[in-house]
């Protein structure tokens, strides 16, 4: 791998230091569970939290005499990752066997992709900000290959004092390792990359990207320099689970090593452990021989081929992907680039704000499911996926507000009560009485009481006209926030003779 | 090529093969006349030609994604020297 610098230094980006400022670069390797029944070798489930070895096949356990047969759904969700990936799809390639030592790996190997991947160069787009004029940056990360590869199984080391617990069900899931280049500069543009895959992930449904149980992590690899000069020696923090861990590790291995060039020494080039609990970094001392994997191609595994139908069958079936998603809303429904940012980030939103937005105005959809839906999910520590309220009921709110049915305000207070108590809007509305009074008769009455209790507003509002708005406020309080605010605007200017 | 007695003894290191100081430089006697015959390989001109990683003429054979193995834990740890509850028991291993 030829390492190319495609970026200009920015200031922005900097970290200062005692001697001048300092950039850091950033590269990732994603482990990501391809979503599948079976394994990637043998016809073991795959389901997460089953009893200890129940997803084991004599395959996976590496009994004698077992041939591992490649799953054709995990080829599949490899390459549609990569077409995810604006990707070259390599139609031939090689499963090669990495041999390493460790109980939780019955093979001795694990069978992975080493020369010839499945996938080969792609991209992703990355936005960074809004910066505080409101803009956005787009930022691509090259990615350098994307390879189909076997889980090890699990180790506990806290049922025994002599002894380790081994576990096998995850030996031989499929995984894809999706390697970047060293394109980010930044612990912000590291954290928007580990989002943007997975919701590229999420969106093609070909890895659920559940960090929590080990769906999704990332070996980090960090080094710094000073701005425009050669890379320097890089750290490679392994098995980071969180995107949070992601920002803190990096921020503290750039520092770590800063400190050590800052003060004459140089940086050894090792593998680390980031502690979530610390929120350092620390050196795994492992054995001077960790890293010699003597690959060879797997004599068990014929190469993977594939011709271009297949390619194209995939492609055809390909979701839309949340980049093209976020530039139709901006394009056809006018949306702002903030506020369609914000819908695209999780398909589930997106899916749930296109309910809403069917047959509706889009801005008004946009408004209500960002600010009023999201709001209240975010403050009830809510996934999109338990809200309380339907795309239904959020729908037929917006209808009530657009009938003149209902006023703004009183929206907010239906939202508040479908979110409490759940049914239908028009139902409640109804029931309640909190119809928004259009009865000019009864606006004008309550007008005429407001202008007769007030004789010195009414005095002052001759000389400032701005004041109306004091009426117009207690006219609304007067009916329960029920009038209509243009009626009741337009009435109390008519009734005090000022001009619009 | 060759290897040297160090080599001989880190590769049945890190294939966990145990080998006294005798055996290693036997074998290192060994290995070196069998790379030494592998080398007359390079005297071929291979340029332009792709590597062979499969000498079968035939396309891999390739599973559809269903559930077909498993749910025998008991069978899984009927051979290992330690288990307990189905999960397999080893040394303590702690990085």
């Given amino acids: 791998m030829s390492i190319v610098d495609v970026r200009t230094p920015d200031p922005k980006r900097f970290i200062p230091g005692a001697t001048g400022d300092w950039e850091v670069i950033i590269g990732m390797e994603v482990h990501a569970q391809v979503l599948s029944n079976s394994k990637l070798f043998s016809g073991a489930s795959t389901e997460f939290g089953n009893a200890p070895n129940a997803n084991v096949s004599l395959v996976d356990a590496a009994m004698p005499g077992m041939l591992p047969v490649i799953n054709e759904e995990c080829v599949k969700q490899a390459v549609r990752t990569g077409l995810g990936l604006k990707a070259t799809i390599n139609k031939r390639s090689i499963f090669d066997r990495k041999n390493y030592f460790y109980p939780d790996l019955p093979q001795g190997y694990q069978i992975s992709q080493f020369k010839d991947p499945i996938v080969g160069e792609g991209k992703i787009i990355i936005s960074i900000g809004p910066d505080r004029q ?8 090259g990615i350098e290959r994307l390879h189909l590869e076997q889980d090890a199984g699990k180790s506990m ?6 002894m380790s617990y081994v576990d096998l069900n995850r030996s031989g899931v499929a995984l894809m390792e999706i390697v970047s280049k060293p394109d980010m500069r930044s612990s912000d543009e590291a954290k928007a990359y580990m989002t943007k895959l997975r919701s590229i992930v999420r969106y093609l449904g070909t890895c659920d990207g559940n960090m929590d149980e080990g769906s999704m992590r990332a070996d980090v690899n960090v080094s710094v320099r000073r701005p425009g000069e050669a890379f320097g020696t890089r750290c490679e923090i392994k ?10 590790a990096i921020e503290y291995e750039a520092r770590r090593q800063i400190g050590i060039l800052e003060d004459g020494g140089v940086i050894d080039q090792e593998t680390r452990l980031f502690d979530p609990n610390k929120g350092e970094t620390r050196s795994m001392r492992s054995k001077e021989d960790a890293h010699d994997y003597r690959y060879f191609p797997d004599p068990d595994l014929l190469p993977l081929e594939f011709d271009d139908a297949f390619v194209e069958a995939l492609k055809a079936d390909l979701p839309e992907l949340p980049d093209d998603k976020k530039e139709r809303f901006v394009r056809d429904l006018g949306l702002s680039v903030y506020d369609a940012s914000v819908l695209v980030s999780e398909k589930s939103i997106a899916d749930y704000f296109e309910a809403v937005a069917e047959g509706r ?4 959809a946009a408004n209500w499911v960002i600010n009023d839906l999201l709001g209240a999910l975010n403050k009830a520590g809510k996934a999109i996926e338990e809200t309380p309220v339907s795309p239904a009921q959020l729908g037929g709110i917006i209808d009530l507000i657009k009938a003149e049915t209902i006023s703004g305000k009183i929206a907010k207070d239906l939202f508040e009560i479908i979110w409490n108590e759940g049914g239908d809007p028009a139902e409640i509305v109804e029931s309640r009485g909190m119809k928004q009074v259009t009865d000019t008769g009864a606006i004008e009455k309550a007008v005429d009481e407001i202008i007769a209790a007030n004789p010195d507003q009414v005095a002052k509002v001759q000389a400032k006209p701005s004041l109306a708005g004091w009426f117009v406020g207690q006219v609304m309080k007067a009916t329960g926030g029920k009038a209509n605010p243009q009626a009741v605007q337009a009435l109390v200017k008519a009734k005090l003779g000022i001009e619009e | 090529m060759s290897v040297d007695l160090a080599t001989v003894k880190r590769v049945a290191r890190l294939a966990r093969i145990a080998v006294s100081e005798e055996e290693a430089e036997r074998m290192m006697g060994e290995l070196n006349g069998i790379l030494g015959f592998v080398e007359q390989l390079s005297e071929v001109n291979v340029d332009g030609v792709e590597p062979m990683t499969s000498v079968t003429p035939m396309e891999m054979k390739k599973r559809t994604d269903a559930v077909t193995d498993g749910s025998k ?3 899984i740890v009927a051979n290992a020297p330690n288990s307990d509850r189905n999960f397999f028991l080893v040394p303590k291993v702690v990085e």
Avoid: T
């Fill in chain 1, 134 to 141: 409101g803009q956005f940056e787009d930022v691509e990360i």
């Fill in chain 1, 157 to 162: 080391h806290d049922q025994h004092p002599s």
């Fill in chain 1, 239 to 248: 098995n980071v689970n969180s995107i949070r861990f992601i920002g803190q």
């Fill in chain 1, 361 to 364: 105005d889009g801005k008004i």
């Fill in chain 2, 73 to 75: 834990a008991d069978d």
